[in-house]
């Protein structure tokens, strides 16, 4: 519910097309991204993304707000990459543990970026994206069976409420003193444990939903649509520039004479 209203107030430009084809333009980017593991594709990608998050109502700060766990998880994927990949060209740092030379550090970069430039749509897409709308456009343009169209709205809606129900089983638990001091050791089994008390709360739900949408017909017999999902000359230039961004990252690798193919290794 706090997502739809969010949804609601925004009135950026992409929140108006068609998820498929907000959908259709990632998978292109994303597809180019995955040939190569050069540097200088996944920058132009992600540059290119940075610019569109104001049109999707997005901040720098609700950047980080929504995608912390992506962007520490890229940077700590391409400092491992730059450490452990074999040396190649001039030596920067040897510790004697572990070395980084421009080589290494060339394909940390390049896998820091690339994590970066695949992981950010799907934030933009998240804040951009109405499930209701989703799920009208999943059924109606793409014509999928109705009781996979219901599942995949049922579970974005109940993505927000996990995270509320996360801060009320933590909120009881720290009231009966579960977590709230302790070594590290103990803080790790409370948050294991608060953990699997929201596993459970996450079943217990889909299973109360599911027997409610069951009962209610849903995914049964012909069905009618409160909205009708269109394509309009915005979706168009979804597209457009979905396809003008994977050509820009790949030629610019080109030129840049940094393309490299993921098969043919660095």
């Known amino acids: 519910m706090r997502q739809e209203l969010n949804l609601q107030g925004n009135h950026a430009l992409l929140t108006r097309a068609n998820p498929l084809s907000k959908f259709a333009a990632v998978f292109l980017v994303t597809a180019v991204l995955a040939l190569s593991i050069d540097w200088v594709s996944a920058s132009v990608a992600l540059a290119c993304e940075l610019l569109l998050f104001p049109l999707a109502g997005l901040t720098l700060t609700l950047l980080w707000q929504r995608g912390w766990p992506l962007i520490i998880a890229a940077a700590v994927g391409g400092w491992s990459t730059s450490i452990l990949a074999p ?3 001039k030596t ?8 980084m030379s421009e080589g290494s550090l060339e394909l940390g970069a ?10 950010l749509p799907a934030v933009l897409l998240m804040s951009c994206t109405d499930p209701t709308d989703l799920a009208d456009a999943l059924a109606q343009k793409a014509r999928l069976p109705h009781r996979f169209v219901l599942g995949t709205l049922a579970a974005m809606r109940l993505v927000g409420l996990l995270a509320e129900e996360w801060q009320t089983i933590g909120m009881a638990r720290r009231a009966r003193g579960v977590g709230s ?14 953990s699997f008390g929201l596993l459970v709360q996450a079943i217990r739900r889909a299973s109360r939903l599911a027997v409610t949408m069951e009962a209610r017909g849903f995914g ?6 409160a909205r009708e999902s269109t394509y309009s000359r915005l979706d168009a230039w979804v597209l457009g520039g979905g396809v003008l961004m994977a050509g820009a990252a790949c030629a610019a690798a080109v ?12």
């Open 87 to 89: 040396d190649s060209g």
């Open 92 to 99: 920067l740092i040897d510790v004697g543990i572990w070395t």
């Open 110 to 119: 390049g896998f820091m970026l690339r994590g970066l430039a695949i992981a």
């Open 181 to 194: 001091r302790g070594s590290v050791l103990q803080r790790v089994k409370a948050t294991l444990g608060q």
């Open 220 to 225: 049964g017999g012909t069905r009618t649509w």
């Open 255 to 266: 030129w840049a004479g940094t393309w490299n193919m993921v098969w043919l290794g660095s």
